[in-house]
């Protein structure tokens, strides 16, 4: 499937939130932090938004990001071949790092694999609306958690976090560190949970 029709099913989708939720694209744009020229290119297909832009984007509609995404298909085994994975830059940076995006079912709503070279751009504090697990495969990572000491990561190290968790990356030590991460569904949460 052309990158191109992802990108304008994503756009379509972020636009349909949006109206469902009586939002002005403006309105949108202010709560997410990004431009209102750059959501309407987002919106039409014309830019694909980086990884950090689509969770702003998503969290100022109250989703998640996979919510943009084309749906997995209803089975009890699923498998998204390589060339299913949709390539995401982690900033919008022209040095970031990329990301491998996969759409699961079940429990596990996405599979992202990063492999963060030193020197790359992964700066920046993000939140997750959904649990997640974060497995090292190499390499050493640092996570700091808001209002909390910093947590080293190596090899065979695994960091779960709670929706709503806010944290950034840092990358240490010589090698790239090579991660995957794993977000749990979405649960709806009643007026009391939220």
Not at 94 to 119: C, S
Not at 134 to 144: D, F, Y
């Amino acid at each position: 499937m052309p990158e191109q029709d992802r990108v304008a099913r994503v756009g379509r989708a972020i636009r349909d939130v949006r109206r469902q939720q009586g939002l002005t694209a403006r309105s949108l744009a202010m709560r997410s932090g990004v431009s209102q020229a750059f959501l309407s290119q987002v919106e039409r297909g014309l830019n694909a938004p980086s990884l950090a832009t689509l969770y702003k984007i998503a969290d100022a509609l109250g989703c998640s990001p996979s919510d943009f995404l084309d749906p997995a298909p209803e089975a009890d085994v699923l498998v998204v071949r390589a060339e299913g994975r949709v390539a995401r830059a982690v900033t919008g940076t022209p040095a970031a790092p990329v990301t491998w995006m996969a759409r699961g079912n079940g429990a596990i709503t996405e599979v992202y694999q990063y492999v963060i070279e030193a020197g790359d751009d992964v700066g920046g504090w993000f939140r997750r609306s959904d649990d997640l697990v974060m497995v090292m495969i190499g390499g050493r990572l640092e996570v700091q958690v808001r209002g909390r000491a910093p947590i080293g990561l190596g090899e065979g190290d695994c960091l779960f976090a709670a929706a709503g968790t806010e944290m950034q990356w840092c990358h240490r030590g010589p090698d790239p560190a090579r991660l995957v991460l794993c977000v749990g569904a979405r649960t709806e949460r009643g007026p009391e949970n939220r």
